[in-house]
């Protein structure tokens, strides 16, 4: 019906949809011959996807958040995932391994100084997550050797300034964070990531980065 309609063809079609549907249409639209280019987002950025529509998936392109963020953090987390599994993370692993290792460090920083910490309560864990973005603080990354380093410094009441691997540089105040999209293409059955754009409230058209 879009393609095919009353109207005059469109200049494109984008796919939004939930990852399934997504890659059912994106299967139909290919089996159906149609060349308009088409593009989608981050609901279809999963591998598990790309294996299930195979080459037809090849030329596809479209935007998501990164796998990991571009920087030392993000290079820490994609080797140590790959060196653990044996293979590339999926898009937003990052991000919830990012929500796990603030929870934790909001935790630690809110036990208080000395080997013996007290117990936190939720209200003691929220303003932890206060205090493990301190510009002021040393910087720590996503490994083992950085979050050891972490719990030193939380013991001696000293700041931190977690550095993530989906999104290095931190929240904001009123706790939202703003990784950059990435234009991706779908080559060799792989996603290759490109230019990236940031997306904030600041700048609302998404400027290149």
């Known amino acids: 019906k879009v393609v095919d309609g009353t109207n005059s063809a469109p200049d494109v079609v984008i796919v939004a949809m939930l990852p399934g549907k997504a890659t059912e249409a994106i299967l139909t639209y290919r089996q159906a011959g149609y060349t308009l280019p088409i593009l989608s987002n981050n609901s279809f950025r999963r591998d598990y996807i790309l ?9 596809l392109e479209g935007s998501s958040v990164m796998v990991a963020d571009k920087s030392r953090s993000g290079a820490a987390f994609v080797n140590a995932f790959r060196a653990a ?21 909001a935790a630690i920083v809110a036990g208080g100084e000395g080997p013996r910490p007290h117990a936190v309560t939720p209200a003691d864990i929220r303003r932890g ?12 990354r996503p490994t083992v050797a950085d979050f050891t380093t972490a719990v030193r410094l939380a013991r001696q009441s000293k700041p931190i300034n977690y550095k993530g691997a989906y ?13 950059p999209l990435v234009h991706w293409t779908v080559e060799r059955g792989r996603f290759v990531e490109h230019e990236l754009y940031d997306c904030t409230p600041q700048h609302p058209l998404c400027p290149a980065k």
């Open 167 to 179: 999104n290095a540089l931190g929240w904001n105040a009123a706790g939202d964070i703003f990784p």
């Open 51 to 59: 294996r299930q529509v195979g080459a037809a998936a090849n030329g």
């Open 129 to 140: 997550l206060t205090r493990i973005n301190d510009k002021q603080g040393r910087i720590i």
């Open 85 to 105: 599994t044996g293979h590339m993370s999926e898009v937003t692993a990052s991000g919830a391994y990012d929500s796990a290792a603030s929870l934790m460090l």
